[in-house]
């Protein structure tokens, strides 16, 4: 399982990109992912340009075979959203599908703290991602201009965003960097 923050044309939310594989003697059903949000950040709009040009999207050797999406809640962490699956996987297969991440109408940008967990096996075992953050894109009418007494508040949620220390996004990378430097 790995975590990617893919973006095409057709889509301004974060992946949740899993790579599953079957390395035991028997066949499995992967049934359930469960995303544990830990902890969420709501940032006013920071961005200058269009951060659509930041990232491409590259699927690699695997390609999917299914994709599902989530709405995140507008409420205070943690809570727990599950996505239902269906994989069968037969001794030494792979596969791989997408969750994309919706947002409701927060009106900021946002971070996300969470980890992803795998459920399979007729014993319901687990795989845990560890944490993962990423960050959605802001529409254009969120654009803001940096002012002055809002850089120290942009500054100290960019820094308690990076103690963090697990799996960054790129997109989250740049973000945290425009808001460090005041607006770039």
């Known amino acids: 399982m790995s975590f990617d923050e893919p973006y095409d044309d057709s889509s301004s939310c974060p992946i949740l990109d899993l790579k599953v594989i079957n390395r035991s003697t028997s066949t499995i059903i ?76 927060f009106g900021k940008i946002v971070v996300l703290s969470m980890v992803a967990k795998v459920v399979y096996g007729s014993e319901s075992s687990e795989e845990l991602s560890g944490e993962l953050l990423c960050s959605f894109r802001s529409d254009s009418d969120e654009l803001d201009r940096w002012r002055a007494n809002a850089q120290r508040t942009y500054a100290q949620v960019a820094h308690e965003i990076r103690e963090r220390r697990g799996h960054m996004s790129k997109r989250l990378f740049e973000l945290l960097e425009e808001m460090e430097a005041g607006g770039g």
Do not use: M
């Not at 659509?52 to 959203?81: C, K, N, Q």
């Not at 001794?91 to 969750?99: G, K, L, Q, S, T």
């Open 30 to 105: 992967v049934k359930r992912v469960d995303i544990h949000v830990q902890a969420v950040w709501k940032v006013p709009g920071c961005y200058k340009r269009d951060i659509r040009d930041i990232e491409e999207v590259t699927d690699g050797i695997l390609d999917s075979s299914a994709s599902y999406d989530l709405t995140i809640p507008d409420r205070a962490p943690p809570f727990l959203l599950s996505q239902r699956v269906s994989h069968v996987l037969q001794p030494n297969e792979a596969d791989r599908f997408r969750i994309g991440l919706h947002r409701p109408a």
